[in-house]
């Protein structure tokens, strides 16, 4: 855990060197997401995968869950943590919105960003009534999965659920919220079930707690404002890699942007850390590489600079 102004967040970091890689995790979802690239990765890089505030083992806040506040808040994590930049920053869905802003707001401190099938702010931003009410809908969801964990309903679910029982499961949950919530724990044992088995109690007891549906609740609240305020943002000229899952059906997806380079992850939905982490994992080895071939001559010209002043 790292103590900052905000809150404590958690940090789970593997491997070494430099520059450090950091995963940002999709709205709802925590480091451990990030499981099957964060291992493989881990062999040849210094990478941490962490929670933002209210999910997993980090603390709530009450700020907004807006990228500026949310940049802010990963940056005073890095600095409590003594995680010196520069930073390969890597991002599922909303969190490309984050590391976004953080690279507008730090470009001297980013070597690269990974964008994996990231959220576009054209998606929410103008607003429609069609998507206003899958908002809606999808925070409403949230408020019941809170009720829902705090009578226990919900540990009772997944624990059922990954014990290979269906039945059940769906039964209470169409009971308690409808369609939508026996399709909300369909999907999360779905997703639950790619990562490895060692990490399946630790994701249930996450969803058992009232606070992850709280604060995907406010995630989710935050949609339009954070799109909005991206809309028109430009990222400075650091190294892009755009990866996109080309069976995604959630209607994510970043624009390209100028300079990037695009991978289609063609056996991946959303997911693509769970349908094909090892793309993920190339991606974060192509940008370690050449930031390498650059370093060279950054030290040229600082060394010419030194010179230049006498020292």
């Known amino acids: 855990m790292v103590q900052t102004s905000a809150a404590r967040f958690h940090l789970h970091e593997r491997g070494a060197g430099t520059p450090a890689v950091i995963l940002e995790a ?12 964060q291992n493989e990765a881990a062999k040849f890089a210094r990478v941490i995968a962490y929670d933002r505030a209210g999910l997993g083992w980090s603390d709530q806040v009450r700020a907004p ?3 500026v506040n949310l940049a802010r808040e990963l940056h005073q994590v890095l600095q409590a943590a003594a995680i010196a930049p520069p930073y390969i920053l890597v991002a599922h869905s909303f969190g490309g919105l984050v590391i976004e802003r953080f690279a507008i707001d730090h470009p001297d401190e980013v070597a690269g960003l990974i964008l994996v099938d990231a959220l576009c702010p054209a998606e929410f931003h103008p607003l429609t009534e069609h998507n206003r009410g899958r908002l ?3 925070v409403t969801l949230s408020r019941r999965g809170a009720f829902l964990a705090r009578a226990g309903i919900v540990r009772a679910c997944l624990s059922l659920v990954l014990g290979g029982n269906r039945t059940l499961p769906k039964l209470a949950a169409r009971i308690s919220s409808g ?4 399709g909300l724990t369909s999907r999360l044992a779905g997703e639950i079930g790619k990562l490895p088995r060692d990490v399946w109690p630790m994701i249930a007891w996450h969803w058992s707690l009232p606070k992850s549906f709280e604060s995907m609740g406010a995630y989710l609240s935050s949609i339009p404002e954070s799109c909005a305020s991206m809309s028109s943002a430009r990222l ?11 069976n995604n059906t959630l209607g994510a997806g970043v624009g390209l942007p100028p300079g990037a380079k695009l991978i289609t992850a063609e056996q991946s939905g959303h997911w693509v850390q769970l349908d094909q982490p090892a793309i993920i994992v190339d991606a974060i080895r192509e940008m370690l590489v050449n930031f390498e071939k650059r370093r060279p001559h950054a030290v040229r010209e600082s060394a010419a600079h030194d010179g230049e002043d006498g020292t």
């Open 179 to 182: 369609s939508g919530g026996q």
């Open 136 to 138: 809606n809908r999808a």
């Open 236 to 246: 400075p000229d650091v190294p892009v890699i755009v990866i996109s899952g080309a």
């Open 65 to 67: 869950r807006t990228p």
């Open 26 to 37: 999709g709205i709802s979802a925590t480091s451990l997401s990030w499981a099957l690239v």
